[in-house]
């Protein structure tokens, strides 16, 4: 399957999850296994060999597999905005220019996901990279912190906001500020570059 075939796999997903619920769709549900995410990112690899992310046409019906990836690389963002770029061009074998990580925001603004980063200070502020970072949810630094909160909760989830108290409940209030802060930012450190 080539690239535009990945796009469509993924969009029709897209449209299911749409069509049977109101919860928005995550690039992080597209069922891939491994053999073909691998797969995946060589054809991303050779495609951004031969286009620039700036080509918006050419992108345009093939750029589902690349946004699956850069949220991908999403749950290992840390503090540092600088990480996450090179990160993503480690799994790309490509370095991105300004002009395509620009263009790599526009793909995911443009590719119907309703699922928008938050407004909030650093979300603004990181705006580039704030699109793959709300797809992944959840860094992963998170996980095992919040499965574990999960397995000593004592009520039944079906309610997302009386979890989310129960949550901030268990926090203490410096574990509910280093939630609230990004994994232990400093209020004012603004040394994260986009």
């Known amino acids: 399957m080539d690239l535009?075939?990945?796009h469509a796999r993924i969009n029709e997903a897209m449209h299911a999850a749409r069509a049977t619920r109101s919860v928005p769709f995550s690039l992080i549900e597209a069922d891939f296994t491994d053999e073909e995410r691998a797969d995946l990112?060589?054809?991303l690899r050779e495609a951004l060999v031969a286009r620039s992310l700036t080509d918006e046409v050419w992108w345009r019906s093939r750029?589902?597999?690349?946004?699956?990836?850069?949220t991908e690389v999403g749950y290992d963002f840390g503090e540092r905005q600088a990480v996450y770029w090179r990160r993503l061009e480690e799994e790309v074998c490509h370095e991105l220019s300004e002009?395509?990580?620009?263009?790599?925001?526009?793909?995911?603004?443009?590719?119907g996901l309703k699922r928008e980063p938050p407004d909030v200070p650093w979300a603004r502020q990181a705006k580039r990279i704030a699109w793959p970072i709300s797809q992944a949810i959840a860094?992963?630094?998170l996980h095992a912190p919040l499965l574990e909160l999960l397995g000593r909760c004592p009520v039944v989830i079906d309610d997302s906001r009386a979890?989310?108290?129960w949550v901030l409940a268990e926090l203490g209030?410096?574990?509910r500020l280093q939630l609230l802060l990004h994994r232990g930012a400093r209020p004012g450190d603004t040394r994260q570059e986009d």
């Open 4 to 6: 535009s075939g990945w």
């Open 41 to 43: 990112r060589a054809q």
């Open 63 to 70: 750029a589902l597999p690349l946004l699956l990836l850069a």
């Open 99 to 111: 002009a395509e990580r620009s263009a790599l925001s526009r793909r995911f603004r443009g590719a």
């Open 139 to 141: 860094p992963r630094w």
């Open 163 to 165: 979890y989310l108290a």
């Open 173 to 175: 209030e410096r574990d």
